[in-house]
């Protein structure tokens, strides 16, 4: 057997029908799933991690897709590359899983100069590439000043894309409760993205119950039909 078929003994041999039962209810792919935990994954990831790059490769099901994105990505060397390497290849990305698990692999320096590098990647033709521009930034908000997070982020036509955001936004909010006002001003005009801000910060365990109801206060006024902020 060679390696990549090797891959696949694992991937099939950890795989569960009760976790694809699961996963099914919460993930809506245009592949196929086989039922494999996050673990699993990053362990298979990890042994195949010299694995080489074939395009035949591609596409058996959302896990392999997942696995393969990860061990190639890490083999390079830097953002720009890794997310060079995922927009050429982002017909084989689907799902907020695989979005939201990979962003845990982008070489960040954690620093302003990744805007630089995310920003030529926010216009991607693949939604799930532009939201996992985004939800990259939940690795900036402690070395990224808030105001330069909120200026980065752009209103998207995609709902998934849209999804992201909020929980980023939500995330700037936790982290500096003070941004609440730029926020809600940057995006009045985008009645979407507000409400499921809104929605991320009300479920966010970090967030105090009164900086949730300002929240939600300037939000209603954003939204009012008779003013157009709080202050």
């Known amino acids: 057997m060679n390696e ?54 591609w596409d058996r099901n959302l896990e392999t897709n997942l696995i393969l994105f990860i061990i190639w990505i890490n083999q390079l060397n830097n953002l720009n590359d890794q997310l060079a390497f995922i927009e050429k290849n982002g017909n084989h990305l689907d799902t907020w899983m695989m979005t939201d698990l990979l962003r845990q692999y982008l070489k960040l320096s954690k620093g302003k100069k990744d805007l630089s590098v995310l920003k030529i990647y926010r216009k991607s033709s693949h939604e799930y590439v532009r939201r996992l521009v985004y939800v990259s930034l939940l690795c900036e908000i402690k070395f990224i000043k808030s105001k ?59 967030i105090s119950k009164e900086n949730k109801e300002l929240a939600s206060k300037i939000l209603l006024s954003f939204l009012s039909v008779h003013r157009n902020c709080y202050w």
């Not at 592949?31 to 494999?36: A, K, Q, R, T």
């Open 4 to 57: 990549f078929e090797l891959l696949i003994k694992d991937i099939t041999l950890y795989s569960s029908s009760k976790l694809l039962s699961f996963n099914s209810k919460l993930v809506n792919s245009k592949f196929e799933m086989i039922g494999l935990s996050i673990p699993h994954i990053k362990k298979i990831a990890t042994k195949y991690k010299n694995l080489e790059f074939h395009e035949t490769f």
């Open 148 to 206: 330069d997070l909120i200026s980065f982020i752009k209103s998207d036509s995609s709902l998934n894309v849209t999804k992201g955001q909020a929980w980023i936004l939500s995330m700037i909010f936790s982290n500096d409760s003070t941004c609440l006002n730029d926020i809600y001003n940057k995006f009045k005009n985008n009645k979407k993205l507000l409400k499921l801000t809104n929605q991320k910060i009300r479920e966010s365990r970090q």
